[in-house]
């Protein structure tokens, strides 16, 4: 079954009208499924009044927040596509998804007034629409508040999610409200969440996984959403408050909260499921977090290009294959591991990870050439690499991209690098991931200085963070007389980190 996915939220207010929908313990503010719906249907007419419809695409640059929900369902409700846009960029990179969706709306929180101001200005044609989330609480008042009875259609475009790419330029993924709704139900199958629930959201809900998976998967099965912004100590504290049931967080937010002094301190029996993903997880790592969270853990692998869809790991696999990434495609996806050819590998071989799902994207938003590169008679080519045991257990390795995951977000090197050569002590840069114990990875830059000039890793920080987002920004400096590249001018990023590993050229942390 599959229908429009703001048909999960019109159900649930005549289903459940007096239940929770959503709550925000950080305003104690708390929407009843019929509230969330009105509010919903408010501003999806306010969205049509100022000329908003079909095929448009509304951009929300929203924190964690009834807000953000509401806005993902007014969009749903006039035929429009949802832009998620992650509130820590800057308004350059902003300014650049705004342009490349067409984004003829923006909903924006308002303590993001200046930083949207910033990317707006940049535009070569300002929206048709811009409006405060401190708004929307009273469009209910000056709109219906009954629904706007668009029709639309299961295949109909609902989200453009935006994922970087090798050249560094973000790549919009297309997803249908089929591949959205399978998804939805995927996870709430896969991690039991049911009627009577409270789902936690404290991951960028700009994300794939928390929005795709968690907030629709939540509201399939007539599940709260508790919402906040992450901080180690938050995913205790709202956990025990607010009885959740269901956390989804990259493994640094587990690793994060392990380190608090006061862990001990928080009652979290009851807690039913910790899902991670984003990141790989080591072994060790998932059985510190097992021993001190009650409740199962459940690993999750997937590719926003595929809902996100992939494998599971379960509660009962934890004991003996913590590490893991599953021994099987997850419900509506099938999963194989290939070489080069798109052939088959035997188990113990490395291979490359390619998915078929009913939640595949439609394709890459204006960029078929990227599309093509990617997908292969309905199969997904996922750019990691794994191996299979004997037993059938897939096993993480490398990726054959350079991606850098920085606390199961996505970093790539050579926007970095493109910064970084307008740096006028720069001669040369390469940008790597290298290990980090909380955050998966960091990013590392090695530097060829121009001249006598030698760059501080605050200097290079602050210029880059004129540009980029914090979370892109290099942890660690390196200096190097020369960029070792093959003879082709590859840089060989696998050298770089080889030395690293080994102690070579190590700069300050």
């Known amino acids: 079954m599959s229908e429009p996915l703001h048909h999960l939220l019109e159900r649930n207010a005549r289903k459940y009208p007096r239940d929770v929908g959503v709550r925000h313990p950080a305003t104690d503010t708390t929407l009843t499924w019929r509230e969330l719906n009105a509010r919903a249907n408010a501003l999806a007419r306010h969205l049509q009044a100022t000329g908003m419809g079909r095929g448009d695409k509304v951009a929300l640059l929203l924190p964690n927040g009834p807000e953000f929900i509401t806005g993902f369902f007014a969009t749903l409700k006039i035929g429009a596509a949802v832009v998620p846009v992650n509130v820590r960029l800057t308004p350059p990179e902003i300014s650049h998804i705004l342009e490349d969706s067409e984004a003829a709306a923006v909903v924006f929180d308002d303590a993001l007034r200046p930083v949207v101001e910033g990317a707006v200005a940049r535009l070569a044609r300002a929206p048709k629409c811009v409006i405060s989330a401190h708004d929307l609480s009273g469009l209910p008042g000056k709109y219906e508040t009954t629904d706007p009875g668009i029709e639309v259609s299961p295949g109909d475009l609902a989200e453009i999610i935006y994922t970087s790419g090798t050249t560094g330029k973000p790549k919009g993924v297309m997803l249908s409200h089929h591949a959205v709704y399978s998804v939805g139900s995927m996870i709430a199958y896969e991690t039991n969440i049911r009627y009577g629930d409270r789902v936690l959201h404290l991951m960028p809900l700009s994300h794939s996984a928390p929005l795709n998976l968690f907030v629709v998967g939540a509201a399939y099965a007539g599940a709260a959403s508790v919402t906040g912004t992450f901080t180690p100590q938050a995913l205790l504290e709202i956990s025990a408050a607010e009885g959740t049931t269901h956390f989804f967080g990259a493994p640094v937010a587990y690793l994060l909260a392990l380190k608090l002094p006061n862990f001990d301190h928080y009652d979290l029996s009851g807690r039913r499921f910790w899902i991670y993903g984003g990141a790989a997880m080591a072994r060790e790592a998932v059985l510190a977090a097992m ?141 790597v991931g290298v290990p980090h114990p909380e955050w998966g990875e960091t990013v590392m830059a090695v530097v060829v200085p121009k001249g006598d000039a030698r760059p501080t890793l605050e200097e290079i920080r602050a210029y880059c963070g004129r540009s980029l987002a914090d979370f892109k920004l290099p942890r660690i400096l390196t200096y190097a007389e020369a960029i070792p590249r093959s003879a082709a001018g590859k840089i060989l990023k696998q050298v770089i980190r080889e030395d690293y590993l080994k102690g070579k050229e190590r700069g300050p942390e």
Do not use: Q
């Not at 299979?388 to 606390?407: A, C, N, Q, T």
């Open 291 to 431: 021993n001190k969270f009650p409740g199962s853990f459940i690993s999750l692998y997937g590719l926003t290009e595929a809902g996100p869809n992939g494998l599971a790991l379960h509660p009962e696999e934890h004991p003996r294959y913590a590490g893991s990434i599953g021994c099987r495609g997850s419900v509506n996806c099938e999963v194989r591991l290939v070489d080069d050819e798109g052939r088959d590998v035997p188990a113990g071989e490395p291979g490359e990870i390619v998915l078929r799902t009913t939640s595949l994207m439609l394709g890459y938003f204006r960029n078929e050439a990227a599309t093509r590169e990617v997908m292969s008679d309905g199969w997904l080519r996922t750019g990691d690499i794994a191996r299979r045991d004997e037993e059938g257990y897939y096993w993480g390795l490398d990726r054959k991209k350079d991606m850098i995951l920085v606390g199961g977000v996505n970093v790539y090197p050579k926007e970095i690098e493109d910064v970084l050569m307008g740096h006028p002590a720069v001669a040369d840069v390469a940008v």
